[in-house]
């Protein structure tokens, strides 16, 4: 693992969920590549930067969710274009938490997202 890439996975995550709890959804999804895959944790899913943006947009308009992603393990590949993450999610004002994973892609020297998964295990 290139334990510098991998610091730069682990900062853009840490600034996404810095964005989340600002409500600023333009923040959280200047991680994500225009088609990015989402799966909620009750395994819904959607696919695009630009609808997943309104739903986040609608969702911090009706409540405050508090949100975080915990990184547990980021690993790159040996190419040094993908990365794999996981770790643990949760509401900190509800009683909603589980794993996540995510795949990272390397583009034009940025780490951007691909796809997140989300379980939840409450």
Not at 11 to 18: E, G, H, K, T
Not at 36 to 41: C, L, M, P, R, T
Not at 93 to 113: C, D, E, F, Q, S
């Amino acid at each position: 693992m290139d334990s510098s890439e991998a610091f730069l996975i682990k900062q853009a995550r840490l600034d996404s969920n810095n964005c989340i709890a600002k409500k600023d959804v333009d923040g959280v999804s200047k991680y994500w590549l225009d088609d990015f895959v989402q799966i909620a944790g009750d395994g819904s899913h959607t696919i695009g930067k630009s609808e997943i943006a309104a739903d986040w947009k609608y969702m911090f308009s009706k409540s405050s969710p508090l949100f975080e992603r915990i990184p547990e393990t980021i690993v790159v590949s040996k190419s040094g274009d993908l990365a794999w993450e996981n770790g643990k999610w949760n509401y900190k004002n509800a009683p909603y938490h589980g794993n996540y994973a995510a795949m990272w892609r390397k583009v034009k020297g940025k780490w951007l997202t691909q796809s997140e998964l989300y379980v939840s295990l409450n």
